[in-house]
């Protein structure tokens, strides 16, 4: 069982930058992709970024140039650097580990509001 927390949500005015980590429980961290997901009320959850064991990284047209995944294999961590914030980023975002099964963190709150 992996257990994936995420952090670092908040609430930030537009043009704004917010920083998310994803943490992982699993020695065997390095060996999965993990991916950044949203979901805004009352749509479906979508991916945002994605990034592959080996770090090969890539994004969903509307926040490109915008965010940036990365990956600390020795901290078991992924986060994911928010800059230029719209009002359509507001969303819950959840972290997924593709390891043998898929694990979603709990996910984290960001609203991006005057």
């Known amino acids: 069982q992996v257990q994936v927390v995420e952090s670092g949500g908040g609430l930030v005015q537009p043009g704004g930058s917010l920083r998310l980590s994803c943490a992982a429980s699993?020695?065997?961290?390095?060996?999965?992709?993990v991916a950044w997901y949203r979901q805004a009320p009352g749509k479906q959850r979508e991916l945002v970024a994605h990034i592959t064991s080996d770090g090969r990284t890539n994004y969903t047209d509307f926040v490109k140039g915008r965010f940036t995944i990365a990956r600390d294999n020795a901290k078991n961590t992924v986060t994911l650097q928010m800059n230029s914030l719209k009002p359509e980023d507001t969303a819950v975002y959840y972290c997924?580990?593709?390891?043998?099964?898929?694990?979603w963190g709990q996910g984290t709150q960001v609203t991006v509001s005057p």
């Open positions: 997924l580990v593709v390891a043998r099964r898929d694990y």
């Open positions: 699993t020695s065997s961290f390095r060996f999965y992709n």
